[in-house]
T-cell receptor, first 112, second 113 residues
Framework: GAGVSQSPSNKVTEKGKDVELRCDPI?????LYWYRQRLGQGLEFLIY????????KSGLPSDRFSAERTGESVSTLTIQRTQQEDSAVYLC??????????FGPGTRLTVT | AQSVTQPDIHITVSEGASLELRCNYS??????LFWYVQSPGQGLQLLLK??????LVQGIKGFEAEFKRSQSSFNLRKPSVHWSDAAEYFC???????????FGAGTRLFVKA
Protein backbone atom coordinates (compact mmCIF):
# COMPACT_ATOMS: atom_id res chain seq x y z
CA GLY A 1 0.00 0.00 0.00
CA ALA A 2 0.95 3.65 0.05
CA GLY A 3 3.64 4.87 2.36
CA VAL A 4 3.60 7.79 4.78
CA SER A 5 2.89 11.05 3.03
CA GLN A 6 3.49 14.59 4.23
CA SER A 7 2.40 17.95 2.96
CA PRO A 8 3.55 20.42 2.01
CA SER A 9 6.97 19.20 0.94
CA ASN A 10 8.35 22.69 1.36
CA LYS A 11 7.06 25.66 3.29
CA VAL A 12 8.53 29.13 3.47
CA THR A 13 6.94 31.44 6.00
CA GLU A 14 7.64 34.75 7.61
CA LYS A 15 8.67 34.98 11.22
CA GLY A 16 5.64 35.28 13.47
CA LYS A 17 3.24 33.42 11.18
CA ASP A 18 1.53 30.14 12.08
CA VAL A 19 2.10 27.00 10.01
CA GLU A 20 0.36 23.63 9.79
CA LEU A 21 2.13 20.50 8.64
CA ARG A 22 0.18 17.42 7.67
CA CYS A 23 0.97 13.73 7.91
CA ASP A 24 -0.98 10.82 6.43
CA PRO A 25 0.23 7.58 8.01
CA ILE A 26 0.11 4.10 6.57
CA UNK A 27 -3.38 2.72 6.88
CA UNK A 28 -3.75 0.48 9.92
CA UNK A 29 -0.73 1.84 11.76
CA UNK A 30 -1.68 2.62 15.32
CA UNK A 31 1.30 4.79 16.23
CA LEU A 32 2.32 8.11 14.68
CA TYR A 33 5.41 10.14 15.44
CA TRP A 34 6.74 13.62 14.72
CA TYR A 35 10.44 14.47 14.66
CA ARG A 36 12.45 17.56 13.85
CA GLN A 37 15.76 17.37 12.01
CA ARG A 38 17.84 20.50 11.84
CA LEU A 39 20.44 20.78 9.10
CA GLY A 40 23.25 18.30 9.63
CA GLN A 41 21.82 17.01 12.87
CA GLY A 42 19.99 13.97 14.14
CA LEU A 43 16.30 13.44 14.74
CA GLU A 44 14.74 15.23 17.66
CA PHE A 45 11.66 13.48 19.06
CA LEU A 46 8.66 15.81 19.31
CA ILE A 47 5.51 13.81 20.01
CA TYR A 48 3.91 10.45 19.43
CA UNK A 49 0.36 9.15 19.33
CA UNK A 50 -0.55 5.56 20.12
CA UNK A 51 -4.10 4.42 19.53
CA UNK A 52 -6.54 6.09 21.87
CA UNK A 53 -3.95 6.78 24.57
CA UNK A 54 -2.98 10.30 25.53
CA UNK A 55 -0.13 11.45 23.29
CA UNK A 56 3.39 11.68 24.65
CA LYS A 57 4.18 15.38 24.20
CA SER A 58 7.41 15.33 26.16
CA GLY A 59 9.54 16.35 23.18
CA LEU A 60 7.66 19.48 22.15
CA PRO A 61 10.17 22.34 22.56
CA SER A 62 7.71 25.04 23.55
CA ASP A 63 4.01 25.79 23.89
CA ARG A 64 4.11 27.22 20.35
CA PHE A 65 4.13 23.62 19.14
CA SER A 66 1.05 21.42 19.18
CA ALA A 67 -0.19 18.36 17.35
CA GLU A 68 -3.45 16.58 16.83
CA ARG A 69 -4.43 13.24 15.40
CA THR A 70 -7.85 12.19 14.24
CA GLY A 71 -8.43 8.59 15.31
CA GLU A 72 -5.76 6.46 13.70
CA SER A 73 -5.42 8.65 10.65
CA VAL A 74 -4.21 12.08 9.72
CA SER A 75 -2.11 14.18 12.05
CA THR A 76 -1.40 17.91 11.98
CA LEU A 77 1.60 19.58 13.61
CA THR A 78 1.01 23.28 14.24
CA ILE A 79 3.70 25.81 14.99
CA GLN A 80 2.44 29.18 16.16
CA ARG A 81 4.35 32.45 15.89
CA THR A 82 7.20 30.79 14.00
CA GLN A 83 10.78 31.72 14.81
CA GLN A 84 13.90 31.35 12.68
CA GLU A 85 15.14 28.54 14.92
CA ASP A 86 12.07 26.53 13.88
CA SER A 87 13.61 26.14 10.41
CA ALA A 88 14.18 22.43 9.92
CA VAL A 89 12.84 19.34 8.23
CA TYR A 90 9.85 17.93 10.07
CA LEU A 91 9.53 14.18 9.71
CA CYS A 92 6.51 12.06 10.37
CA UNK A 93 6.57 8.30 10.86
CA UNK A 94 4.02 5.62 11.59
CA UNK A 95 4.26 2.10 12.93
CA UNK A 96 2.20 -0.92 13.74
CA UNK A 97 2.68 -2.76 17.02
CA UNK A 98 6.10 -4.03 15.86
CA UNK A 99 7.65 -0.64 16.58
CA UNK A 100 9.30 -0.46 13.17
CA UNK A 101 8.79 3.07 11.93
CA UNK A 102 8.11 4.03 8.36
CA PHE A 103 9.07 7.60 7.59
CA GLY A 104 7.54 10.14 5.28
CA PRO A 105 9.64 12.35 3.01
CA GLY A 106 9.43 15.28 5.41
CA THR A 107 8.38 18.91 5.22
CA ARG A 108 11.19 21.41 4.87
CA LEU A 109 10.23 24.52 6.82
CA THR A 110 12.08 27.77 6.26
CA VAL A 111 11.28 30.74 8.45
CA THR A 112 12.48 34.04 7.01
CA ALA B 1 15.66 8.26 30.60
CA GLN B 2 16.59 6.76 27.27
CA SER B 3 19.64 8.06 25.46
CA VAL B 4 21.76 7.02 22.51
CA THR B 5 25.37 7.87 21.81
CA GLN B 6 27.04 7.49 18.46
CA PRO B 7 30.65 8.42 19.20
CA ASP B 8 31.75 8.88 15.60
CA ILE B 9 30.39 11.91 13.78
CA HIS B 10 31.83 10.67 10.51
CA ILE B 11 33.81 7.70 9.27
CA THR B 12 35.63 7.13 5.99
CA VAL B 13 36.30 3.64 4.68
CA SER B 14 37.59 2.30 1.40
CA GLU B 15 35.25 0.45 -0.88
CA GLY B 16 35.48 -3.25 -0.11
CA ALA B 17 36.72 -2.71 3.42
CA SER B 18 34.81 -3.77 6.50
CA LEU B 19 32.73 -1.34 8.52
CA GLU B 20 31.71 -1.01 12.13
CA LEU B 21 29.58 1.88 13.40
CA ARG B 22 29.35 2.24 17.14
CA CYS B 23 26.23 2.78 19.19
CA ASN B 24 25.84 2.89 22.97
CA TYR B 25 22.51 3.29 24.68
CA SER B 26 21.13 3.98 28.09
CA UNK B 27 17.88 2.39 29.15
CA UNK B 28 16.69 0.79 32.36
CA UNK B 29 15.17 -2.34 30.88
CA UNK B 30 15.67 -4.40 27.77
CA UNK B 31 15.36 -1.90 24.97
CA UNK B 32 14.14 -2.16 21.46
CA LEU B 33 17.07 -1.20 19.23
CA PHE B 34 17.15 -0.04 15.64
CA TRP B 35 19.51 1.13 12.94
CA TYR B 36 18.17 3.43 10.22
CA VAL B 37 19.91 4.80 7.14
CA GLN B 38 19.30 8.15 5.51
CA SER B 39 20.71 8.44 2.02
CA PRO B 40 21.20 11.84 0.38
CA GLY B 41 17.89 13.15 -0.86
CA GLN B 42 16.03 10.12 0.44
CA GLY B 43 14.01 9.31 3.50
CA LEU B 44 14.93 7.22 6.49
CA GLN B 45 14.87 3.48 6.00
CA LEU B 46 15.08 0.74 8.61
CA LEU B 47 18.17 -1.45 8.28
CA LEU B 48 17.54 -3.83 11.15
CA LYS B 49 16.00 -4.13 14.60
CA UNK B 50 16.47 -6.02 17.84
CA UNK B 51 13.62 -6.82 20.20
CA UNK B 52 14.68 -10.04 21.92
CA UNK B 53 16.22 -13.44 21.28
CA UNK B 54 19.34 -13.93 19.20
CA UNK B 55 21.68 -11.05 19.91
CA LEU B 56 23.09 -11.03 16.37
CA VAL B 57 20.54 -9.65 13.95
CA GLN B 58 20.68 -9.53 10.21
CA GLY B 59 19.31 -6.67 8.19
CA ILE B 60 18.96 -5.48 4.66
CA LYS B 61 21.82 -4.62 2.31
CA GLY B 62 24.19 -7.05 4.03
CA PHE B 63 24.25 -5.25 7.38
CA GLU B 64 24.22 -6.92 10.78
CA ALA B 65 24.31 -5.72 14.36
CA GLU B 66 25.09 -7.34 17.68
CA PHE B 67 23.36 -6.50 20.95
CA LYS B 68 25.75 -6.66 23.89
CA ARG B 69 23.90 -6.07 27.12
CA SER B 70 27.07 -5.97 29.24
CA GLN B 71 28.44 -3.13 27.14
CA SER B 72 25.10 -1.42 26.43
CA SER B 73 26.08 -1.48 22.79
CA PHE B 74 24.45 -2.25 19.47
CA ASN B 75 27.17 -1.81 16.86
CA LEU B 76 26.41 -2.04 13.16
CA ARG B 77 28.72 -4.02 10.89
CA LYS B 78 29.18 -4.84 7.24
CA PRO B 79 31.98 -7.08 5.93
CA SER B 80 32.47 -5.27 2.61
CA VAL B 81 31.32 -1.72 1.98
CA HIS B 82 29.97 -0.57 -1.37
CA TRP B 83 30.09 3.00 -2.65
CA SER B 84 26.28 3.10 -2.46
CA ASP B 85 26.49 2.66 1.33
CA ALA B 86 27.63 6.27 1.71
CA ALA B 87 24.90 7.81 3.86
CA GLU B 88 23.98 8.91 7.37
CA TYR B 89 23.34 6.11 9.84
CA PHE B 90 21.22 6.51 12.93
CA CYS B 91 21.00 4.22 15.92
CA UNK B 92 17.78 4.41 17.92
CA UNK B 93 16.42 3.02 21.17
CA UNK B 94 12.77 2.61 22.10
CA UNK B 95 11.03 1.71 25.29
CA UNK B 96 9.44 -1.70 25.69
CA UNK B 97 6.61 -1.76 23.23
CA UNK B 98 8.72 0.20 20.82
CA UNK B 99 6.99 3.51 20.89
CA UNK B 100 8.87 6.48 22.27
CA UNK B 101 12.05 6.33 20.22
CA UNK B 102 15.22 8.32 20.80
CA PHE B 103 17.71 8.67 17.96
CA GLY B 104 21.42 9.15 18.14
CA ALA B 105 23.06 12.12 16.47
CA GLY B 106 24.07 9.97 13.51
CA THR B 107 27.30 8.86 11.87
CA ARG B 108 28.02 9.97 8.34
CA LEU B 109 29.77 7.31 6.29
CA PHE B 110 32.03 8.30 3.42
CA VAL B 111 33.26 5.62 1.02
CA LYS B 112 36.41 6.21 -0.97
CA ALA B 113 37.34 4.39 -4.15
Amino acid sequence: GAGVSQSPSNKVTEKGKDVELRCDPISGHTALYWYRQRLGQGLEFLIYFQGNSAPDKSGLPSDRFSAERTGESVSTLTIQRTQQEDSAVYLCASSSDTGEQYFGPGTRLTVT
Amino acid sequence: AQSVTQPDIHITVSEGASLELRCNYSYGATPYLFWYVQSPGQGLQLLLKYFSGDTLVQGIKGFEAEFKRSQSSFNLRKPSVHWSDAAEYFCAVANTGGFKTIFGAGTRLFVKA
